[in-house]
């Protein structure tokens, strides 16, 4: 279960969309019901009734805040437990839990830990700015066709800049490259990922600074004196062909400056040009780094590679938990 990507905090969705009714999300292979309980916090239950294995997805979340399956009408809350079985009051009813899975909601994303346990050992790494009153957020939600590894090795790419987006983010660096230039990018660990710089020798340094958050977010910082803008990027994998991109920009000033939103289309831009040459990628995933050459300036994607070869890859989570207990009641 979650193959190749358990055991993990990733956002899966945004906090907007999910409504009163259920709504499924696909992350790493696995469906995901989604839905509020009564109080409005969310649940998130494997997409597969245990009755007869529908989705649950497609069924109505009641009064008191379950999730009742579309078929037989079973009733599960959001701990998986069942509730109510109907024309079956003598039912064994703690044999027949839906997987539940944590779910937290936090910096207007819904966030999804990628294994059916009861206590997961860590929390979501939410970038301070979503959930910091003093910026303005913008949320884009994207979908490439591409292998989320390759789209976030991207975003851990300096050296693409002045190619794909020679107009764009990469024109500073274009303007001053020439073809005797020499870069050096640095990595270092942080308790979160890791903190990677890109130096052009010669150049006056360029103050950029990118965040790699595991297993999937990345934080550009960008460098305007006196104020605080960000664009963070989140590669959430849907299956082996299809990446969910959200892109947030943050920024701690223009607020109801509308030539400001100009950054924001400026940010789906760059996605956009993006998109195009990553999904062009083969093989799909990034495969071992002795598959491929690479130089110096590959040390920020090659050392995202090693973590998901060391930690992610074979990774996977185990899908039947054990019995919860349930109460009698
Ligand atoms: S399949 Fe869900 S209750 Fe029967
Ligand atoms: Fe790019």
């Known amino acids: 279960m979650f193959s190749g990507f358990a055991n993990v905090w990733t956002p899966v969705e945004l906090s907007r969309n999910l409504k009163k009714a259920p709504m499924q999300v696909t992350v790493a292979g696995e469906k995901v019901a989604l839905f509020r309980d009564a109080k409005g916090a969310p649940a998130a239950l494997i997409d597969r009734c245990p009755h007869r294995g529908v989705a649950l997805s497609l069924g109505k979340v009641t009064a008191d805040g379950c999730l009742s399956c579309p078929f037989h009408g079973w009733e599960f809350d959001a701990q998986g437990k069942c509730g109510h079985v109907p024309f079956n009051p003598d039912a064994k009813r703690e044999r027949l839990f839906a997987t539940a899975l944590p779910v937290r909601e936090r910096g207007g994303f819904i966030w999804l830990y990628t294994a059916p346990v009861e206590q997961p050992p860590s929390e979501p790494v939410v970038p301070e700015a979503f959930e910091d009153p003093a910026f303005v957020v913008q949320r884009i939600d994207l979908r490439w066709n591409a292998h989320w590894t390759r789209a976030m090795e991207n975003m851990l790419d300096s050296p693409h800049l002045p190619f794909v987006h020679r107009k764009t983010i990469g024109f500073p660096i274009r303007r001053r490259m020439t073809r005797e230039s020499k870069a050096v990018v640095t990595y270092e660990e942080t308790a979160t990922g890791g903190r990677l710089g890109f130096e052009l020798e010669g150049a006056p340094r360029q103050g950029a600074l990118l965040e790699f958050n595991k297993p999937n977010g990345m934080v550009l910082h960008i460098p305007i004196p006196g ?25 701690d000033f223009g607020r109801f400056n509308p030539f400001v939103r100009m950054f924001d289309e400026v940010n789906r831009l760059i996605a956009y040009e993006d998109k195009a040459i990553v999904e062009s990628s083969s093989p799909a995933e ?40 349930v109460d009698a009641a």
């Open 286 to 325: 990034v495969p071992p780094a002795s598959q491929e050459v690479s130089v110096p300036t590959d040390r920020g994607t090659l050392q995202f590679r090693k973590y998901y070869y060391e930690v992610l890859k074979d990774s996977s989570a185990d899908p039947k938990p054990k019995l919860r207990r």
């Open 227 to 251: 104020k605080r803008m960000r664009i963070h990027v989140h590669c959430v994998p849907v299956d082996d062909g299809h990446t969910r991109m959200f892109l947030t920009g943050t920024r």
